[in-house]
């Protein structure tokens, strides 16, 4: 099947070769950088101990320097995965959210068409550069040398000038044999409504070519040199070379700026990343004149962990920064992430550097804000939450927020840091208020605080002694060892596991252990904790006294008591630490007068942990009391009975 031409070249550009390979490899972390795309790892394609396979994610191609296998990702998948060509294009594709477009029998036309307008783009930057030095271009170049973009910068992004002429370009490219239809296929004229001669797309403008991945001048933005134009800023329309969604200014450049170590900025437009260019920020892009999509939020993760987003200190760069968060929450994985440096209000970064200097911009960038700063601040700035509902909405739009991260582990951070953030903005509001309650008496005055230091006695006491985590952590030894009795109930509480936070780090690795390999049996999931931690390590967990007195343990293979003992056991950790977390929430509040909405909450919280720990909902057996007035499973009582009976009657008569 022929593909349509620039398909392969899109799909390599949004897929990371380094996660394709990561899926069959185990890196090296001693040799790896992977902030600059250098990977290494013990080849997947001939057996060996040392990490002599190499990926260099930012070209996309990989090699071995013991059997000299080399490729890019589509090969990497052929040979891994023992597919056609096209299968391996069809799982990339998938991967990255591509569809593979139609059987197109004129894909070489098409590629040879593609090949004719990219030599006609770049015929028309030779042309603009040429106009920016004759005299029609003495006063773009006096606006270049006032914004301070010296001869070099210019000749390194290829800035040019497009005389106020209605056909100019169009006179020296038909002048030259270029044919109509491919300059209108270009973007650089239009035909004349009247009949007349077609006439240029740029005219008065300082022209700045835009270059796709592979340094092929594929569009161009022109900025109007008459400051009553209608638009100061135009773009080329969407061509066949040119999807402004799918590109970033100046991006070559800075991916390779960003492999040597320098962060990867985000700017607003062109004269932003050549004024940082040219005052050392290499690793400098800009989306082309619209909200920053998908697809480039792609690009930048290919090029850099942690880009910053350098957005204007005003109201329109604000928002900006904030439609990025949204689009960015549900693509967030380990490790990647944006950061967000706003400008002072009214300044864009070429205004710093040409008032301050490069040190101011690197101040902003040192102090650029994570991405969770800037989604408390969009959901709390100008506003009062001095009641409950409003309180409550917050909570909603936090949710809400929180709720589009795909990723549990990342969800979970961002969760607890909101939750320090709350803390902060509430426990200050407190302070502010005036701090700790103190009480009036009849007469108006203040009683003195009391003496709230604790005596010796109260300090020695079991109570005051004993730590809730504890609580929790024979809670988990039980679950833990009921699970191994009985491993096939595991399957059920896989999710439950997965979240639970262990108190110490050997219950932490039994509980992966029991997720990886419950489903094989019990003998294969006691070998893996024996491989793994040591025969000990099983004798140590059934010692335990609350162990060992518990019935999964003592009964084996009890599919219904292990399931109603784990689920009763995950319900008071639960409980126990919602109750923490609520009492966490509500001392800061406490701070002050206490509302009634504070006092539910913690009532609510305690009513839940005490109807977890009584286990109300669970034991349904019915008792009678014994002489001795100790309580007797009536059930149990029954078979006993009926036990000696059948006794009593197979003793033989004398």
């Known amino acids: 099947m022929a593909l349509p031409p620039g398909f392969l070249d899109e799909l390599r550009t949004r897929t990371s070769l380094t996660q394709v390979v990561g899926r069959k490899v185990m890196w090296d972390n001693r040799k790896s950088n992977p902030g600059k795309g250098d990977m290494w790892a013990p080849c997947p394609f001939h057996q060996e101990k040392s990490a002599s396979f190499h990926v260099d994610d930012r070209k996309g191609f990989y090699y071995c320097f013991g059997c000299h296998a080399?490729?890019?990702?589509?090969?990497?998948?052929?040979?891994?995965?023992?597919?056609?060509?096209?299968?391996?294009?069809?799982?990339?594709?998938?991967?990255?959210?591509?569809?593979?477009?139609?059987?197109?029998?004129?894909?070489?036309?098409k590629a040879d068409r593609r090949t004719q307008l990219a030599e006609v783009m770049h015929s028309a930057q030779q042309h603009f550069r040429l106009m920016l030095k004759t005299g029609?271009?003495?006063?773009a170049r006096a606006y270049l040398e006032r914004r301070g973009l010296d001869e070099a910068t210019q000749e390194k992004f290829g800035i040019g000038f497009a005389p106020q002429a209605w056909q100019g370009l169009w006179d020296h490219l038909t002048g030259k044999g270029v044919k109509a239809d491919l300059i209108f296929g270009c973007g650089l004229a239009r035909p004349s409504?009247?009949?007349?001669?077609?006439?240029?797309?740029?005219?008065?403008?300082?022209?700045?070519?835009?270059?796709?991945?592979?340094g092929r001048v594929i569009a161009f933005g022109g900025r109007a040199m008459d400051p009553n134009d209608n638009a100061k800023y135009l773009n080329s329309p969407e061509t066949e070379l040119f999807d402004k969604s799918l590109t970033l200014y100046n991006y070559g450049p800075a991916r390779e700026a960003a492999g040597k170590g320098q962060p990867l900025i985000v700017a607003e437009g062109y004269m932003d990343v050549i004024a940082l260019s040219q005052a050392g920020f290499g690793a400098a892009v800009a989306p082309l004149g619209t909200a920053v999509t998908e697809a480039q939020l792609g690009l930048m993760w290919r090029a850099a962990d942690e880009p910053i987003m350098a957005l204007d200190g005003d109201r329109a760069g604000l928002a900006a920064a904030r439609r990025v968060i949204d689009l960015a929450l549900p693509l967030l994985e380990a490790g990647k992430s944006l950061r967000f440096a706003l400008m002072p209000e009214g300044q864009d970064?070429?205004?710093?550097?040409?008032?301050?200097?490069?040190?101011?911009?690197?101040?902003?960038?040192?102090?650029?804000?994570?991405?969770?700063?800037?989604?408390?601040?969009?959901?709390?700035?100008?506003r009062d939450f001095d009641s409950p509902e409003r309180r409550a909405a917050l909570d909603k739009a936090l949710f809400s927020a929180t709720n589009l991260i795909r990723d549990p582990s990342i969800k979970g951070h961002y969760e607890s840091a909101i939750k320090e953030l709350k803390w902060e903005m509430f426990s200050a509001r407190k302070r502010a208020d005036g701090g700790t309650r103190q009480t009036r008496r009849a007469d108006g005055g203040r009683w003195a605080k009391p003496d709230m230091s604790a005596r010796a006695s109260t300090k020695s006491s079991p109570l005051a002694r004993s730590d809730p985590r504890q609580h929790d952590h024979m809670r988990e030894a039980v679950i833990l060892a009921s699970i191994i009795a009985t491993p096939?109930?595991?399957?059920?509480?896989?999710?439950?596991?997965?979240?639970?936070?262990?108190?110490?780090?050997?219950?932490?690795?039994?509980?992966?252990?029991?997720?990886?390999?419950?489903?094989?049996?019990?003998?294969?999931l006691h070998g893996a904790i024996t491989e793994a931690l040591g025969a000990a390590a099983l004798e140590k967990l059934a010692s335990l006294p609350h162990v060992a007195l518990a019935p999964p343990v003592r009964n084996p293979g009890n599919q219904?008591?292990?399931?109603?003992?784990?689920?009763?056991?995950?319900?008071?950790?639960?409980a126990t630490r919602g109750l923490q977390a609520e009492i966490v929430d509500a001392a800061e509040d406490?701070?002050?007068?206490?509302?009634?909405?504070?006092?539910?909450?913690?009532?609510?919280a305690a009513e839940a942990r005490n109807r977890a720990v009584r286990s109300e909902h669970e034991d349904r057996a019915e008792y009678d009391v014994a002489e001795n007035g100790a309580r007797l499973n009536r059930g149990e009582r029954e078979e006993f009975d009926a036990l000696l009976d059948r006794i009593t009657f197979s003793k033989p008569r004398r």
């Open 193 to 214: 409504q009247k009949g007349g001669t077609p006439y240029d797309v740029f005219r008065g403008r300082i022209m700045f070519p835009i270059h796709d991945v592979r």
């Open 488 to 524: 096939a109930i595991a399957e059920e509480f896989e999710t439950a596991l997965d979240r639970l936070d262990c108190f110490d780090a050997q219950h932490a690795q039994l509980r992966d252990l029991i997720v990886q390999h419950a489903g094989e049996g019990p003998e294969a």
């Open 70 to 109: 080399k490729g890019d990702a589509i090969s990497f998948v052929r040979d891994t995965e023992n597919v056609e060509f096209m299968e391996a294009i069809r799982i990339l594709a998938s991967e990255a959210g591509m569809q593979i477009p139609e059987r197109d029998p004129q894909a070489q036309a």
């Open 136 to 139: 029609a271009g003495s006063d």
């Open 590 to 604: 406490m701070m002050g007068v206490a509302d009634e909405a504070v006092t539910w909450r913690l009532g609510q």
């Open 560 to 574: 219904s008591l292990a399931q109603m003992t784990v689920a009763e056991e995950l319900a008071k950790i639960a």
């Open 349 to 382: 970064p070429d205004d710093i550097l040409r008032a301050q200097g490069a040190g101011a911009v690197q101040a902003i960038l040192d102090a650029a804000q994570p991405m969770v700063r800037l989604l408390w601040q969009r959901e709390t700035e100008g």
